[in-house]
């Protein structure tokens, strides 16, 4: 579904890739990403999307978002707001949607096809309106994980579902989490 002339964009939606993979039991190795997409056409930008929370001293996602920026990525970020909800929890709100939104459509006009790393079904509009500019769509997401990561509009509506489970191989590592959560375990057992 890749043509090596076509001129590709990533558009990643962090929070979702990273809780799709979570889902799936392992981690995105984004320069393996990058390069598997520099194969598949001539990528022209590689956005990353996510909130941060700013007032923390140490953000777990800080590093990530560090690399993916010295090495190749557009990074859009924004502050997350932080509330309590009506049952007194700790909520954080950063939806990224609309910048994403934003910056495919100002780049349709130069690329042939966009692949959108995300299963929130808020952004089918988003591919119509790409898919009618001529810009073929891909979506990554998964259907193997319960539930599935993935809107069943989106799905439909993206001229291409790549299943992420069937990108573990090329894209991911195994999760480091799961690694120092044994080692803990072991270590106070």
Avoid: C
Wanted: hydrophobic share 40%.
């Amino acid at each position: 579904m890749f043509y090596k002339d076509e001129r590709l964009a990533l558009f990643i939606d962090g929070s979702n890739l990273y809780a799709a993979a979570k889902a799936l039991g392992f981690d995105i190795d984004y320069k393996l990403l990058r390069q598997e997409f520099m194969r598949r056409g001539k990528l022209l930008r590689a956005f990353y999307y996510t909130a941060l929370l700013e007032n923390d001293e140490y953000s777990p996602i800080r590093p990530l978002v560090d690399w993916l920026h010295y090495n190749g990525f557009t990074m859009v970020t924004k502050p997350a707001k932080e509330y309590t909800d009506s049952l007194g929890r700790r909520k954080v709100k950063g939806n990224m949607d609309i910048e994403l939104t934003v910056d495919a459509m100002e780049l349709a006009p130069r690329v042939d096809h966009i692949v959108l790393f995300s299963g929130d079904g808020d952004f089918r509009p988003l591919i119509a309106s790409l898919q009618r500019q001529g810009v073929r769509v891909s979506v990554v997401s998964t259907i193997r994980s319960q539930p599935p990561m993935i809107s069943d509009d989106l799905r439909r509506q993206a001229d291409n579902f790549i299943e992420l489970e069937e990108l573990r191989d090329v894209i991911g590592r195994p999760p480091r989490e799961q690694s120092d959560q044994r080692s803990a375990t072991v270590a106070h057992g």
